[in-house]
Each structure stands twice: as structure tokens, then as C-alpha cells.
């Protein structure tokens, strides 16, 4: 697949661990991350016996990507997915909603293994 793909931390974990499943998704691809996603890695090298060791593969990961903060139109894009969810009844986790939003902001494609994405409208997917 080629184009702009947004990476879930689903789809990072497995890069970092070298799952041959997502390199045919990935191919070709411009990647970017969400700083979303980088927090709730860093909140995974945290918590995990390793330490040290996660936090150095987190910073030479972040400083290899191009990562995606947010700003007022991420919060505007934040509020009407969140909205949306709400009317179906549909919630999905916060930081997911976030994720969704950025996606969207910048016309990608989200790579993930949640499904539950699949409820946000006018978000572009690809399911590994």
C-alpha cells in the first residue's frame, strides 16, 4: 500500500518487534505517528521489567518518525468524532478518539488491529 499511513500502537509495537504481517501494509508508505501513541508507549516502557532498555527503543523510534502533535483543529476534529460516537452509541478509549481525530485532520489512513475504529465516520482503515 502506498500513501500516508498513521500508526496505531498496535501497529508500532509490531514494527518494533519485527512482525512480518504488517511489513506488506507498511511497504512503500509514508509513516507517521501520533504523539498519542508515543505516550501510551512510553507508558508501556514504564511499566515493563526493561525499563531502560524500551525508553532507548522509544526515543530512537520517536527520532526516526515523523510524529503528530495536536492543535485547535485536532481539538475541533477530536470533539465532532467524539459527538459522532456519542449519537451512535459507539464509545471508543479516549486516547482512541484522539488517534481517530488526527487521522482524519490529516486525510490518513490508520493502521491498527482495533476494530472498533471501523464506528468513527470518514476514517480511512487498514485492518492488519
Not at 5 to 31: F, K, M, R
Not at 116 to 123: E, I
Request: aromatic share 8%.
Amino acid at each position: 500500500m502506498s500513501g500516508s499511513l498513521l500508526l496505531d500502537t498496535n501497529a508500532v509495537i509490531a514494527l518494533l518487534s519485527g512482525d512480518p504481517s504488517l511489513a506488506s501494509t507498511l511497504a512503500g508508505a509514508d509513516l507517521f505517528v501520533p504523539i498519542i501513541v508515543i505516550g501510551e508507549l512510553y507508558y508501556g516502557a514504564y511499566k515493563s521489567t526493561r525499563v531502560s532498555e524500551n525508553l532507548v527503543r522509544l526515543k530512537e523510534f520517536a527520532k526516526a518518525n515523523t510524529v503528530l502533535g495536536c492543535n485547535e483543529a485536532t481539538a475541533d476534529h477530536y470533539g465532532q468524532v467524539q459527538n459522532a460516537l456519542r449519537a451512535k452509541g459507539r464509545p471508543i478509549p479516549q486516547n482512541d478518539v484522539w488517534i481517530a481525530a488526527i487521522a482524519v485532520q490529516n486525510d490518513m489512513t490508520l493502521v491498527t488491529r482495533d476494530a472498533h475504529f471501523g464506528a468513527v465516520d470518514g476514517l480511512a482503515l487498514q485492518i492488519w
